[in-house]
């Protein structure tokens, strides 16, 4: 199996995956349930689960390999970690509606050598319905931008999914932090490569990879390099100069706000307005007046 898999209890009839979000070796699916009927789940494969509940249970039952996990109502802001090759599967009944789970899939054969290594060494075993505040915060984000109607930003999940990953294995008791050597900041000749190529990109998509590239390091190192380099997240550092380019066009063009923020590489121009309110101060209509 590549994914939980899900059926109806009553009407056995498959759960569908609302919306998807895939990067190397990882894979994010956001699932509402809508029946009141409640929903059965099994889980066994190649891959490490880890699932964030949004869940009110009327009843449910819970069983690992090892044991019977004593049930729990209110399942909000709890997760569940399932390391591959361990089985998970239970059931549950959901007394209302708008309810969902949020599963984010860990494939170390598909992922950076580097990253795939921290999750070969976390301990095997099933982590059911723990709580964390820092992991369960990167997946909720996760969630927001997979159930919100505009269109996700590509790099802002794929960080997210980096981040979970070395959350989760903080959480599995293995001490990554301690054990992960000093990272040291981008070369200036790397910074300034990095920078010119976001700068003629900015209307495109642009992954962590492609910038990793440019610095020759693995996603991984770069996004910590990055960070110490301009004590701004890739995704921050491009937010802005998106922004910038944003108020040099108001300022300087008469092209409409919804092509300028095509332009800068907003997917919508609801979601441009926001951010420039957010970081200006002002709509971009204020702006330009």
Same mark, same amino acid.
């Given at each position: 199996?590549?994914?939980?898999?899900?059926?109806?209890?009553?009407?056995?009839?498959? &759960?569908?995956?609302?919306?998807?979000?895939?990067?190397?070796? $990882?894979?994010?699916?956001?699932?509402?349930?809508?029946?009141?009927?409640?929903?059965?789940?099994?889980?066994?494969?190649?891959?490490?689960?880890?699932?964030?509940?949004? =869940?009110?249970?009327?009843?449910?039952?819970?069983?690992?390999?090892?044991?019977?996990?004593?049930?729990?109502?209110? =399942?909000?802001?709890?997760?569940?970690?399932?390391?591959?090759?361990?089985?998970?599967?239970?059931?549950? &009944?959901?007394? $209302?509606?708008?309810?969902?789970?949020?599963?984010?899939?860990?494939?170390?054969?598909?992922?950076?050598?580097?990253?795939?290594?921290?999750?070969?060494?976390?301990?095997?075993?099933?982590?059911?319905?723990?709580?964390?505040?820092?992991?369960?915060?990167?997946?909720?984000? $996760?969630?927001?931008?997979?159930?919100?109607?505009?269109?996700?930003?590509?790099?802002?999940?794929?960080?997210?999914?980096?981040?979970?990953?070395?959350?989760?294995?903080?959480?599995?008791?293995?001490?990554?932090?301690?054990?992960?050597?000093?990272?040291?900041?981008?070369?200036?000749?790397?910074?300034?490569?990095?920078?010119?190529?976001?700068?003629?990109?900015?209307?495109?998509?642009?992954?962590?990879?492609? $910038?990793?590239?440019?610095?020759?390091?693995?996603?991984?190192?770069?996004?910590?390099?990055?960070?110490?380099?301009?004590?701004?997240?890739?995704?921050?550092? =491009?937010?802005?100069?998106? &922004?910038?380019?944003?108020?040099? =066009?108001?300022?300087?063009?008469?092209?409409?706000?919804?092509?300028?923020?095509?332009?800068?590489?907003?997917?919508?121009?609801?979601?441009?307005?926001?951010?420039?309110?957010?970081?200006?101060?002002?709509?971009?209509?204020?702006?330009?007046?």
């Amino acid at each position: 199996m590549t994914e939980v898999e899900l059926t109806a209890v009553r009407r056995q009839e498959r &759960i569908e995956v609302a919306r998807d979000f895939q990067t190397a070796g $990882m894979t994010v699916h956001y699932v509402p349930v809508a029946s009141r009927d409640g929903f059965q789940y099994r889980w066994y494969g190649n891959s490490h689960v880890l699932a964030l509940h949004d =869940l009110r249970l009327a009843d449910g039952e819970v069983f690992t390999d090892a044991a019977r996990v004593r049930s729990r109502k209110d =399942l909000r802001g709890l997760m569940t970690f399932a390391p591959a090759d361990c089985r998970i599967w239970g059931w549950s &009944i959901v007394p $209302m509606r708008g309810q969902s789970f949020t599963a984010l899939y860990l494939d170390p054969r598909r992922m950076e050598e580097e990253v795939a290594q921290k999750l070969r060494h976390i301990p095997s075993q099933a982590n059911v319905h723990f709580a964390n505040s820092a992991l369960c915060s990167t997946l909720q984000k $996760m969630q927001w931008a997979l159930s919100s109607r505009t269109a996700f930003d590509f790099m802002y999940l794929e960080s997210l999914c980096l981040i979970a990953v070395l959350e989760v294995c903080v959480v599995q008791k293995e001490s990554l932090v301690a054990a992960a050597k000093p990272i040291g900041k981008l070369s200036r000749a790397h910074e300034l490569r990095v920078a010119e190529y976001i700068e003629a990109n900015l209307g495109k998509d642009i992954g962590l990879q492609d $910038m990793a590239e440019l610095a020759g390091l693995s996603r991984f190192h770069f996004l910590r390099a990055f960070k110490k380099t301009t004590d701004e997240t890739p995704y921050q550092y =491009l937010l802005r100069r998106r &922004i910038l380019r944003a108020r040099t =066009l108001l300022r300087e063009s008469k092209m409409t706000v919804a092509k300028i923020a095509s332009a800068v590489g907003f997917k919508d121009s609801t979601r441009f307005i926001r951010t420039f309110r957010r970081i200006c101060g002002m709509t971009p209509g204020m702006y330009r007046k």
